[in-house]
């Protein structure tokens, strides 16, 4: 990788420091300006371009780490490299608390000066590399921008702007609630197709007997009720994308007439003897394992294969936490935008407690529930208090604690035996009523359907739990 180059500003009060650090990185390819004196080194800096500086900690005057606090605050994304001859642990660690990239000790060799710019460099080139993703899949204007400041977000995002411009099919993975659809509107807005149509379908939510009718449409007549033609969902897509949600609900018959049309690119309305082409590219999603579905024989191989040219792999929210901190923030602001509630923030072990929970319902969950809050909370920060009862959860500790402890008498027995009784059953019945709400997609009737409960008893069971949700009505 060739080495980026910079514009170098050597702060030290030695001027043979100076001039070896500016013959080595000149070598380099690199623009090297020094100066002796803190104050003079700061104010060239504050009035300059300069990428990085070399700073000496022990200068007289201002010295270096009063230099990097004002730097620092000035101009944050500015690199600092701490060069000095009185290097400690404890001033190392001061100096990159305060802001420092690195530090290098006196007397240091070329090689070692020269990989430490370079790391440097590098790190800020990704840095740039970043932001510039970020502005163009979720900077300002941008509707629904996808927020995350963890490495698994950044790779997504440099992902999608790779594959955006092309027509390759695309298939993400990711469990019911990670943003799938979210992720498929980036690719779609930063592809050559933009401005063109975009067309979410989810079709779990279609009926089994129309999906057929909904995706390619159908002529007047074809079946009971049809009594004008009408468009699929294809058709209305032309020319831009088409993104197909829980794409595994498709029957085995109409999976071998979606990789015809996906093969020919042209659509048979139901009830038509005519076919007509269509310029549509395809997203696809799913929270199943298809490969396992193949295996079963309820999905298709070759359909397998022609959606997944480009998988993309969404990863639960509990996988991600150092991205909840800024989604929730980013949820309020939208409550407090679109309602003007009086909620401001969180506190500090508010925030704690939501990194901490293990989100089964993955965002979509966490923007539910600040929302809720938003809405039912007086005071302007968000406390514990205001969580609920399964983010305050300690019937883990309850268990231990109540195990570790040996009864002095029968009663004792008793007692300690209810409390694991009760805790057991508690996170048994939390766990199953999550894990049935996160295969219905959070949907309360389609999860007793899928437990085989009647929806009365599985919604008392939740409140049981204190699990709510959307559809908890």
Same mark, same amino acid.
């Given at each position: 990788?060739?080495?980026?180059?910079?514009?170098?500003?050597?702060?030290?009060?030695?001027?043979?420091?100076?001039?070896?650090?500016?013959?080595?990185?000149?070598?380099?390819?690199?623009?090297?300006?020094?100066?002796?004196?803190?104050?003079?080194?700061?104010?060239?800096?504050?009035?300059?371009?300069?990428?990085?500086?070399?700073?000496?900690?022990?200068?007289?005057?201002?010295?270096?780490?009063?230099?990097?606090?004002?730097?620092?605050?000035?101009?944050?994304?500015?690199?600092?490299?701490?060069?000095?001859?009185?290097?400690?642990?404890?001033?190392?660690?001061?100096?990159?608390?305060?802001?420092?990239?690195?530090?290098?000790?006196?007397?240091?060799?070329?090689?070692?000066?020269?990989?430490?710019?370079?790391?440097?460099?590098?790190?800020?080139?990704?840095?740039?590399?970043?932001?510039?993703?970020?502005?163009?899949?979720?900077?300002?204007?941008?509707?629904?921008?996808?927020?995350?400041?963890?490495?698994?977000?950044?790779?997504?995002?440099?992902?999608?702007?790779?594959?955006?411009?092309?027509?390759?099919?695309?298939?993400?993975?990711?469990?019911?609630?990670?943003?799938?659809?979210?992720?498929?509107?980036?690719?779609?807005?930063?592809?050559?197709?933009?401005?063109?149509?975009?067309?979410?379908?989810?079709?779990?939510?279609?009926?089994?007997?129309?999906?057929?009718?909904?995706?390619?449409?159908?002529?007047?007549?074809?079946?009971?009720?049809?009594?004008?033609?009408?468009?699929?969902?294809?058709?209305?897509?032309?020319?831009?994308?088409?993104?197909?949600?829980?794409?595994?609900?498709?029957?085995?018959?109409?999976?071998?007439?979606?990789?015809?049309?996906?093969?020919?690119?042209?659509?048979?309305?139901?009830?038509?003897?005519?076919?007509?082409?269509?310029?549509?590219?395809?997203?696809?999603? @799913?929270?199943?394992?298809?490969?396992?579905?193949?295996?079963?024989?309820?999905?298709?191989?070759?359909?397998?294969?022609?959606?997944?040219?480009?998988?993309?792999?969404?990863?639960?929210?509990?996988?991600?936490?150092?991205?909840?901190?800024?989604?929730?923030?980013?949820?309020?602001?939208?409550?407090?935008?679109?309602?003007?509630?009086?909620?401001?923030?969180?506190?500090?072990?508010?925030?704690?407690?939501?990194?901490?929970?293990?989100?089964?319902?993955?965002?979509?969950?966490?923007?539910?529930?600040?929302?809720?809050?938003?809405?039912?909370?007086?005071?302007?920060?968000?406390?514990?208090?205001?969580?609920?009862?399964?983010?305050?959860?300690?019937?883990?500790?309850?268990?231990?604690?109540?195990?570790?402890?040996?009864?002095?008498?029968?009663?004792?027995?008793?007692?300690?035996? @209810?409390?694991?009784?009760?805790?057991?059953? @508690?996170?048994?019945?939390?766990?199953?009523?999550?894990?049935?709400?996160?295969?219905?997609?959070?949907?309360?009737?389609?999860?007793?359907?899928?437990?085989?409960?009647?929806?009365?008893?599985?919604?008392?069971?939740?409140?049981?739990?204190?699990?709510?949700?959307?559809?908890?009505?």
């Amino acid at each position: 990788m060739k080495k980026p180059q910079a514009k170098i500003l050597v702060i030290d009060d030695e001027r043979t420091v100076c001039i070896s650090c500016k013959r080595v990185l000149e070598d380099e390819g690199h623009i090297v300006d020094y100066t002796l004196s803190g104050q003079e080194g700061l104010e060239k800096v504050l009035s300059g371009d300069y990428d990085l500086v070399l700073l000496d900690l022990k200068m007289p005057g201002i010295n270096g780490l009063e230099v990097l606090e004002t730097l620092k605050e000035r101009q944050p994304d500015i690199i600092v490299i701490i060069i000095t001859g009185y290097a400690t642990i404890q001033t190392s660690i001061e100096a990159i608390k305060k802001g420092a990239f690195d530090y290098v000790p006196k007397p240091f060799t070329p090689e070692e000066l020269s990989v430490t710019v370079s790391k440097a460099m590098e790190t800020r080139a990704l840095q740039s590399e970043n932001i510039f993703l970020k502005q163009r899949i979720s900077g300002p204007g941008k509707k629904n921008p996808i927020i995350g400041r963890s490495s698994v977000m950044e790779d997504l995002m440099r992902q999608i702007m790779k594959i955006a411009p092309t027509d390759f099919t695309v298939t993400i993975h990711g469990r019911s609630g990670t943003g799938k659809e979210l992720i498929a509107r980036a690719i779609h807005d930063n592809s050559n197709r933009a401005d063109k149509p975009f067309i979410a379908v989810d079709i779990s939510a279609l009926t089994t007997t129309l999906i057929e009718s909904e995706l390619f449409g159908h002529v007047r007549g074809a079946f009971t009720g049809a009594i004008q033609g009408r468009p699929g969902y294809f058709s209305i897509a032309h020319g831009g994308t088409l993104f197909l949600d829980e794409i595994s609900n498709i029957s085995l018959e109409l999976q071998g007439k979606l990789l015809r049309v996906l093969e020919s690119r042209r659509i048979r309305p139901v009830g038509s003897e005519q076919e007509h082409e269509v310029d549509v590219r395809l997203i696809a999603a @799913t929270n199943m394992n298809l490969q396992e579905l193949v295996e079963n024989k309820s999905f298709r191989e070759d359909l397998y294969y022609r959606l997944n040219v480009i998988p993309i792999m969404l990863p639960p929210l509990s996988d991600r936490k150092e991205d909840i901190p800024p989604l929730a923030e980013y949820f309020l602001r939208e409550a407090i935008a679109e309602s003007g509630v009086a909620v401001r923030g969180f506190t500090t072990g508010a925030m704690a407690r939501l990194v901490s929970y293990r989100w089964p319902g993955n965002v979509r969950e966490l923007r539910n529930l600040i929302y809720r809050l938003a809405a039912t909370v007086d005071s302007e920060l968000i406390g514990t208090e205001h969580l609920p009862s399964e983010m305050n959860d300690t019937s883990a500790g309850a268990l231990s604690s109540a195990m570790e402890k040996t009864p002095l008498d029968a009663a004792e027995l008793k007692k300690i035996k @209810t409390t694991l009784r009760q805790t057991m059953y @508690t996170g048994l019945e939390k766990k199953f009523v999550i894990e049935a709400l996160d295969r219905a997609d959070w949907n309360v009737t389609r999860a007793a359907e899928l437990v085989g409960m009647l929806r009365p008893n599985f919604h008392a069971l939740m409140k049981k739990c204190g699990i709510k949700t959307k559809d908890n009505t």
